[in-house]
C-alpha cells in the first residue's frame, strides 16, 4: 500500500484543509451534489495546491543539504510565489527565473510577482518562455552559486516531479479520511491539470484510497492526449518512488476544449465560472487554473455527462494572487453589470 512515512517532509501548511458541500452552487447547475476540498487554503502565503509539493520537495533539499533554491515558471507562477514563501519559513535562499516576460497585464507589478519581491526572491526575468532558455538560465544560476560556495537545489515547474507529486498522494488520504466522517462517497474527483504532478498525485493516491471513486483533469495548457500521457509518466514515477509497481494504475482521464487561446489567457467560459463559485459559494477562484477547470466541469455537467445523483468533488488549487494580476480582464468582462453606486449628495445612495 502506500506508505509516506519514509519520505523526508518539511512542515509549512496547516493540515487538513476544509471539505465543504456547495448546495447553492450544485442547485444552480441543476445537477449533481458539488463538494470543493479547499486546498485554496494550505495556510502558507495565501495557499494552493504548491503547498502541499513543497513539504516534500523541501524536505528532500534540507536532506541534500542545500541552502538555495532555484525554480522557475511564468511572471505571476503561483509555484514561485509559495516557493518564495516556504523558502522564507525555512531560512532558505530563493532564485526564481520567470520566463515570457513582456509587456502585458501578467508582467505588472501586482498578484504573485507583487509577492515574489515581497519576500525578497531574486527574480531573473526572460522574455524568451522557450525549454531552451529557461534550462540555460536556470544552468547559469546553478554555476554562479556553486561558483560562490553555494549548495543550490532546483525545484522544477510548478514543482512536478516524483517528490513533489507525493503532495497529493498525502492529499488523496486526507481526502478520503474527510469523506469518510462526513458519511459522503465520491463517484468523482475533479482538478486542474497543469505541469500534471497534482493530478498525478490524485490519481495514484485516490486509486489507492478510493478506488470507487473516477479521478478527472481538466487541461489548462496541453492537449488533453500529451496531458494524459505526462500524467501517466509522473504517476508511475511516483509509483516507483514509493516502492509500488509503476504500470499498476489505469490510464489517467483529462478533458479538453477549455483552454481557449492559450495558456494564461482567460476565456468567456472561465469567468463565468468564477462569477458563478463566487456568487453562489463565496469561493474565489482564478483565470488561469481552478476558473478554467470548473469551466470544465460545468461544461460537462451541461452535456448530460452526470446524473443529477452522482456527488463530485472539487480540488480547489488556489490562484487567487492570478485573479488581482488580471483585473482589467475581469472589469472588461463585468461590463456594464458591475453595481456600482456612487453616492451623490442628495440621492442618499438609494437603490435604482
Ligand atoms: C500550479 C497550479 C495548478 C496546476 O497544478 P499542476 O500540479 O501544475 O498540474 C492548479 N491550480 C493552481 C492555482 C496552480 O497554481
Not at 98 to 107: A, I, K, N, V, W
Not at 125 to 133: F, I, R, V
Not at 200 to 207: D, F, I, K, T
Amino acid at each position: 500500500m502506500l506508505n509516506l512515512a519514509g519520505q523526508p517532509r518539511a512542515r509549512l501548511g496547516s493540515w487538513p484543509t476544509p471539505l465543504e458541500e456547495c448546495p447553492r452552487l450544485s442547485a444552480a447547475l441543476g445537477g449533481p451534489h458539488l463538494w470543493v476540498k479547499r486546498d485554496d487554503l494550505t495556510g502558507l502565503a495565501l495557499g494552493g495546491n504548491k503547498v502541499r509539493k513543497l513539504e516534500y520537495l523541501l524536505g528532500a533539499a534540507i536532506r541534500r543539504g542545500a541552502d538555495t533554491i532555484i525554480t522557475t515558471g511564468g511572471p505571476q507562477s503561483n509555484h514561485a510565489r509559495l516557493t518564495a514563501a516556504a523558502c522564507r519559513r525555512l531560512g532558505l535562499d530563493v532564485t526564481l527565473v520567470l520566463s515570457g516576460f513582456s509587456e502585458g497585464p501578467l508582467t505588472a507589478f501586482q498578484g504573485n510577482l507583487l509577492l515574489d519581491h515581497l519576500f525578497g526572491a531574486r527574480v531573473i526575468t526572460l522574455e524568451d518562455d522557450s525549454d531552451e532558455a529557461v534550462e540555460a538560465a536556470l544552468a547559469e544560476e546553478v554555476a554562479n552559486l556553486t561558483r560562490r560556495g553555494r549548495r543550490p537545489y532546483i525545484i522544477p515547474l510548478g514543482g512536478s516531479n516524483a517528490v513533489g507529486n507525493l503532495g497529493y498522494v498525502g492529499a488523496s488520504l486526507e481526502i478520503a479520511a474527510q469523506a469518510a466522517a462526513e458519511g459522503v462517497d465520491f463517484d468523482h474527483v475533479f482538478v486542474t491539470t497543469g505541469s500534471g504532478g497534482t493530478h498525478a498525485g490524485l490519481h495514484l493516491g485516490l486509486a489507492g484510497y478510493m478506488p470507487r471513486t473516477r479521478v478527472h483533469g481538466v487541461t489548462i495548457s496541453r492537449e488533453p492526449v500529451a496531458s494524459a500521457a505526462r500524467v501517466a509518466a509522473m504517476a508511475g514515477e511516483t509509483a516507483a518512488l514509493l516502492g509500488l509497481d509503476p504500470e499498476a494504475t489505469p490510464p489517467p482521464l483529462v478533458h479538453g476544449g477549455y483552454v481557449g487561446d492559450g495558456y494564461a489567457v482567460p476565456t468567456p467560459a472561465g469567468w463565468e465560472a468564477i462569477l458563478l463559485a463566487a456568487r453562489t459559494e463565496g469561493l474565489v477562484l482564478d483565470p488561469v487554473y481552478t476558473g478554467k477547470a470548473l469551466s470544465g466541469l460545468i461544461g460537462l455537467i451541461r452535456e448530460g455527462t452526470f446524473p443529477p445523483t452522482s456527488t463530485i468533488l472539487f480540488v480547489h488549487t488556489g490562484g487567487a494572487p492570478g485573479l488581482m494580476a488580471q483585473a482589467e480582464g475581469l472589469r472588461d468582462h463585468l461590463g456594464e453589470s458591475r453595481r456600482e453606486t456612487r453616492l451623490e449628495p442628495g440621492n442618499g445612495g438609494s437603490p435604482p
